[in-house]
């Protein structure tokens, strides 16, 4: 199946620092991605839908200044956590698929942010 | 999206046939039945689709009745490496492939 990596892994900052979070699909372009979070025993969450080339859409209740997502290429997007807080400290998760009907979504491998 | 209702965990023991039922009474027409599932610390994985039916792929069978407002998946003989939560999902057939998680299924596989 096709590959999305996302970098880093794990990170831990200071609060009031900026932390970036890269989501790239490896073998295929996507117009769409999306973007998680997930905190402790809980389920996944939407936070917004990226699009390459336009703004974001966010889910009702993520600040869109908080977290800024930059989708500048057909296999790049970014998640900003702008100011961190401790409670940012999350499980972030991002998906793209091939833009076809029902197509299934490959997900990365998760970044663990850890604000301190 | 159709909300999707499934059982907070099962506990189950290796070599056993493990069913997970799924409700989606208000599926839309042109929604797919999807199941991914997910490891600690890892993002998910899909593991099949359908939408009408049964499928099945190497790792798992999905069974749809005919009015798909259920859908059980079926894993084979499972072993401790099982152990993960599973999400089923009601997937738009769409381009935009937005997926609203709920709350999964804990899957506790023991020796």
């Known amino acids: 199946g096709a590959v999305v990596s996302q970098h880093p892994s794990w990170v831990i900052c200071k609060s009031g620092t900026s932390v970036k979070i890269e989501c790239r699909s490896l073998d295929f372009q996507a117009t769409t991605m999306f973007w998680y979070r997930q905190f402790p025993k809980q389920s996944l969450m939407l936070m917004a839908t990226?699009?390459?080339?336009?703004?974001?859409?966010?889910e009702q209740g993520v600040e869109k200044d908080k977290f800024l997502i930059n989708h500048a290429s057909l296999t790049l997007s970014t998640l900003t956590v702008t100011s961190a807080h401790p409670e940012d400290s999350s499980f972030y998760i991002c998906s793209a698929s091939y833009d076809r009907d029902g197509a299934e979504a490959f997900f990365g491998q998760g970044t663990r942010l850890t604000v301190v | 999206l159709a909300k999707t209702t499934q059982p907070i965990s099962m506990d189950s023991y290796e070599g056993q046939e493990v069913n997970i039922t799924c409700s989606h009474n208000n599926i839309a027409t042109n929604d797919y039945i999807t199941w991914y599932q997910q490891f600690p610390s890892q993002g998910p994985r899909f593991i099949i689709q359908?939408?009408?039916t049964k499928v099945t792929n190497e790792v798992a069978s999905l069974f749809i009745p005919a009015d798909r407002k259920s859908s059980t998946l079926s894993l084979p003989r499972v072993s401790l490496s099982d152990t993960a939560v599973y999400y089923c999902?009601?997937?738009?057939?769409?381009?935009?492939?937005?997926?609203?998680f709920g709350t999964g299924t804990l899957l506790a596989v023991q020796p």
């Open positions: 990226s699009n390459e080339g336009s703004k974001a859409t966010y």
């Open positions: 359908g939408y009408k």
């Open positions: 999902l009601a997937v738009k057939g769409g381009a935009t492939n937005k997926l609203i």
